[in-house]
Nanobody, 125 residues
């Protein structure tokens, strides 16, 4: 059974940084293309970033481009999201997701078969 566990969320002031981690167990990490999504109460889950199987290609939502960096370490079965210059509107529960799709980078949540439980990031103004 594939399991994804996020960590690294917390409380930070605007302009600060957080690094989220997502550890994958129960399967071969490198066969999954991965992504980060976020969600706030009453809103749809929103695409944040995606990364291909080897980590050489990434894609970002316009709202986080140049502030967030998505990376992965296949030897550690871990994906990361470095979040800099945080804004109050970045406040959300952040989820990592894994897909066996042959096409990486989808912004459509149903493409991803496996999800973590989420980690809360709160940015104060």
């Amino acid at each position: 059974q594939v399991q994804l566990v996020e960590s690294g969320g917390g409380f930070v002031q605007a302009g600060g940084s957080l690094t989220l981690s997502c550890v994958v167990s129960g399967s071969t990490f490198s066969k999954y293309c991965m992504a980060w999504f976020r969600q706030t109460p009453g809103k749809e889950r929103e695409f944040v970033a995606a990364i291909n199987w080897g980590g050489g290609s990434t894609a970002y939502a316009d709202s986080v481009t140049d502030r967030f960096t998505n990376s992965r370490d296949n030897a550690k079965n871990t994906m990361y999201l470095q979040m800099n210059s945080l804004k109050p509107e970045d406040t959300a529960v952040y989820y990592c997701a894994a897909s066996t799709s042959p096409y990486w980078g989808s912004e459509y949540p149903p493409v991803y078969e496996y999800w973590g439980q989420g980690t809360q990031a709160t940015v104060s103004s």
